[in-house]
């Protein structure tokens, strides 16, 4: 059969959709939308299901099994161990607030000063735990931003506190210095921690929460969107990248002389 018997080739653009492609394509959109929305909600319940179970196993070998749940009931009631750290944490602050409970407290810290080792690591955790829980604190409570790693690019910190004196006299210039951390994408739980001249940090309204979202969305949740648009923005992003994808693996058509 002569080549002129064939029907003509249409157009490149004219060709039909691969309709199985189109298939997969929106069932894999319709599968990580599906992921984003459902996995942060798993996540968290995992993690509070963690801590539960993680205070009731810390809290039960103290509490005398003729006051457990499960001597009474036939099964255990999680989160138990939680409800008697809570009121054991909270008769601790009542009794340390009058005088006996603050000599207890003050003979316990004495000695505990005395000893070499221990004494530098309850010192430390001590700071931490009254600059973050204390509530006249303002530690990591305003954001910032600092020109950071380059000129011309900016981050965002944490504004903690001021310098020591000691620290404070060894930096170089007259200006006041201040504190700051600067969270790593996306685990904001690790990052730099450095001291900036005050004229160099801009403030910025917006909480320490939705800094925390940002960094860990990589700029992709921005604060004050829609709960949709946050979901329609990351499953663009996936979207997008699944293209990209596609594209590096799509071979190149070889040049006709």
């Not at 931490?128 to 204390?134: C, G, I, N, R």
């Not at 380059?150 to 310098?163: R, Y």
């Not at 960094?215 to 648009?229: F, H, L, N, R, T």
């Not at 996936?238 to 594209?247: E, H, L, P, S």
Request: charged share 15%.
């Amino acid at each position: 059969m002569d080549r002129t018997d064939l029907p003509p080739t249409p157009p490149a653009g004219d060709l039909p959709p691969d309709a199985p492609r189109g298939f997969m394509a929106r069932l894999r959109n319709y599968f990580l939308t599906g992921l984003i929305v459902a996995g942060p909600i798993a996540i968290t319940f995992y993690l509070t299901w963690w801590f539960v179970t993680w205070v009731d196993g810390l809290v039960r070998p103290f509490v005398p099994e003729a006051y457990r749940p499960e001597q009474y009931l036939p099964y255990g009631i999680p989160g138990s161990g939680l409800i008697v750290a809570f009121v054991a944490l909270t008769l601790l602050g009542f009794l340390t607030a009058n005088l006996i409970g603050r000599t207890l407290v003050d003979l316990g810290e004495n000695l505990l000063g005395r000893m070499p080792v221990v004494r530098a690591i309850y010192r430390g955790l001590k700071q931490v735990f009254e600059t973050l829980f204390s509530g006249n604190g303002s530690s990591f409570r305003r954001v910032g931003l600092v020109e950071f790693p380059s000129p011309g690019m900016w981050s965002i910190v944490l504004i903690s506190q001021p310098p020591s004196v000691e620290i404070s006299n060894s930096l170089p210039g007259v200006e006041e210095h201040i504190s700051v951390f600067l969270p790593c994408a996306p685990n904001p739980t690790t990052g730099f921690f450095f001291y900036v001249p005050k004229s160099k940090i801009i403030d910025i309204d917006m909480s320490a929460e939705d800094a925390a979202t940002l960094i860990m969305s990589a700029g992709v949740v921005q604060p004050g969107s829609d709960p949709q648009k946050k979901i329609a923005a990351l499953a663009e992003v996936a979207n997008a990248a699944r293209v990209a994808n596609m594209a590096t693996l799509r071979p190149v058509p070889a040049k006709v002389d």
